[in-house]
């Protein structure tokens, strides 16, 4: 069965650090985008971390630039997201996802491979 898990959610106080898991089963990342996304209640989901497998780029939206770090362990089919200095606003639940052409701008571009979502809370 093809799926991504995402696991390392929860919550934490502004300034604190969460790493994020995903872990592949049933495919590997090689050739593929993956990304991190996040969805706040009521609001859209939106791309906050991501890296192409073929040269391993990077793109980090704005809000957490320095702060968030994408890096994936293609021996254990992993990829992490590092979340240092949390703050309130970046509370909200938490997507990974794999896709063959996704781009981080572009939400609607990944359409092939999603986690189930880990729910990340940062207290004042």
């Known amino acids: 069965e093809v799926q991504l898990v995402e696991s390392g959610g929860g919550l934490v106080q502004a300034g604190g650090s969460l790493r994020l898991s995903c872990a592949a089963s049933g495919f590997s990342f090689d050739d593929y985008a993956i990304g991190w996304f996040r969805q706040a209640p009521e609001k859209e989901r939106k791309g906050v971390a991501c890296m192409g497998m073929t040269d391993l780029s990077t793109y980090y939206d704005d809000s957490v630039k320095g702060r968030f770090a994408i890096s994936v362990d293609n021996a254990k089919k992993t990829m992490y997201l590092q979340m240092n200095s949390l703050k309130p606003e970046d509370t909200a639940a938490y997507y990974c996802?794999?896709?063959?052409?996704?781009?981080?701008?572009?939400?609607?571009?990944?359409?092939?491979?999603w986690g189930q979502g880990t729910q990340v809370t940062v207290s004042s």
């Open positions: 996802a794999a896709d063959l052409t996704g781009m981080c701008w572009s939400v609607s571009t990944w359409d092939e491979h």
